[in-house]
């Protein structure tokens, strides 16, 4: 348990309704009776615990708000610690000063997540669920949404300790062996070792998608790019809903990248509208190419804009050769005669998606929608989506392939300290094995009051 007593405002900056300022450890129940009149009640009564209290917070005798304040005597609480909780009017002054108040009474102002912090460190979460808990507050899209509540239900950490179960029966076996090789013989310890082994692997790196991770976390990143006046601003406005790119008839007329979201079955997409590529003279424009191709470079998709209505030009026809895997073609401009057509571009490169739209009639636009679907196809059933769990997780399946590699070429007992390995890493992942620094790492990406 700790010993000091933390508070902080833990509602967002900024004006609102109420506003919540968060108070744990030995301390909140007396700083509480110091600065909280219950009405009708003189300013020391009792607080029953987790009973909801409506009254006056009182600075001496000058009155900083009227609040609602609630006492949660430990371990019944979110840290699991004493936690006092006041809800007063949600403005900045009064926050501050209620918060000051506390602070003078002998709290200190908590860190990043020191709340959460403490909730793990008093054992009433595993770390997979405190992570769960930003997750949620920082999730944009249905589908982040989804994978935090999942996380937050245990699906990471039960998926992680059942691996590590499994494990530890490998280990104990083969210990058994080594311990005791007169009583177990090294078939009846290790004989499932190898075969377990190969099982467990094959379960981790099925769980391993950094792709639907990605995508949950990141969003789906799809760059505009092509000739200037083929359309990409345009394009962007009409599938935002939104006129965000300023279109004009001149060529040249987005320098600077331009970017929108839109949402497609629970995932972000993040468009970027860029500068039409050309050769120039003018040093905006030039510079405008130049981030052009560099968001070119992070993109998941390239599209890769062409105006139908007209020849495709020897430039255009190398943009087409050299498009991604991922990337797609979209012939703009269907309201006009068709010049350049989907057979043109099967042509110059088979297999590649090709959409016939016209960026002045939303009706067309629906195979890009659909395109982006295909795209965004993720699973709402993942038990490990964040990237630490993951990165984790490989690093736990490469100590067990280390093992294997051991066992074809050395006696089984030399595979003991990679299988440890892969039992320590896994538990990395839930915090059953966490030192300062893993921890300062995770809740630093916390904001105070949580
Ligand atoms: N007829 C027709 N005109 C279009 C269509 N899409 C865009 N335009 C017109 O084409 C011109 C150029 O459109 P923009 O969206 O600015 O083109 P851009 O590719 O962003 O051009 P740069 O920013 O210069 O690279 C404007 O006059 C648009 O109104 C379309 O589908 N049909
Ligand atoms: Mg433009």
């Known amino acids: 348990m700790n010993q000091d007593t933390i508070a ?8 609102g309704g109420i506003g919540i300022i968060r108070i744990s450890g030995p301390e909140s129940e007396r700083i509480l009776t110091e600065i909280f009149e219950p009405a009708g009640h003189r300013r020391s009564t009792l607080p029953e615990s987790h009973r909801l209290a409506y009254g006056r917070i009182l600075d001496g005798k000058e009155m900083l708000d009227e609040c609602m304040a609630v006492l949660m005597r430990a371990p019944h609480s979110y840290t699991r610690e004493d936690v006092a909780e006041i809800q007063i009017h949600g403005g900045l002054k009064v926050l501050d000063s209620v ?3 506390c602070l003078r009474k002998g709290a200190r102002l908590a860190e990043a997540g020191e709340f959460t912090r403490r909730a793990f460190l008093n054992g009433r979460i595993d770390l997979t669920r405190a992570e769960a808990v930003m997750a949620l507050i920082s999730a944009r899209g249905e589908q982040e949404h989804k994978a935090a509540v999942r996380q937050m239900n245990g699906g990471t950490a039960d998926f992680i300790r059942k691996a590590s179960e499994k494990l530890y029966f490998l280990q104990a076996g083969l210990a058994a062996c080594i311990d005791y090789p007169e009583e177990i013989t090294e078939e009846e310890g290790a004989g499932n070792l190898r075969s377990g082994l190969t099982e467990l692997i094959s379960e981790l790196s099925d769980a391993v998608d950094e792709h639907a991770s990605s995508l949950i976390y990141n969003g789906l990143r799809v760059t505009l790019f092509g000739t200037p006046n083929a359309g990409k601003s ?7 809903g939104q006129e965000k790119a300023i279109v004009t008839e001149i060529p040249g007329t987005t320098r600077d990248t331009v970017e929108g979201e839109m949402m497609i079955d629970g995932i972000r ?8 590529i050309r050769e120039t003279q003018d040093l905006i424009e030039r510079l405008g190419v130049e981030r052009s191709e560099k968001a070119l470079r992070s993109a998941d998709i390239a599209l890769l804009v062409l105006d139908g209505s007209r020849q495709l030009s020897e430039e255009e026809k190398k943009r087409i050769e050299a498009l991604g895997e991922e990337d797609a073609v979209i012939l703009n401009k269907s309201d006009l005669p068709g010049i350049t057509t989907e057979e043109t571009v099967a042509a110059l490169r088979p297999g ?32 490990v989506t964040q990237p630490r769990h993951l990165e984790a997780l490989k690093r736990a399946i490469a100590s067990l392939r280390d093992a294997l590699n051991t066992l074809d070429h050395m006696t089984p007992d030399m595979a003991a300290t990679d299988l440890q390995a892969a039992q320590n890493t896994l538990s990395e992942i839930t915090g059953d094995r966490a030192d300062e620094k893993l921890l300062d790492f995770v809740f630093s990406g916390f904001c105070v009051g949580k």
Do not use: H, W, Y
């Open 99 to 101: 918060l000051s108040l």
């Open 352 to 383: 590649i998606p090709c959409m016939t739209v016209s960026a002045l009639n939303g009706g067309t636009l629906e195979p890009i929608r659909s395109f982006f679907r295909k795209k965004a196809e993720v699973s709402d059933r993942l038990a």
């Open 269 to 276: 997409i993040c468009l970027t509208d860029t500068a039409g």
């Open 234 to 240: 345009s394009l962007l406005n009409a599938l935002l």
């Open 8 to 15: 902080a405002i833990a509602t967002a900056p900024g004006q």
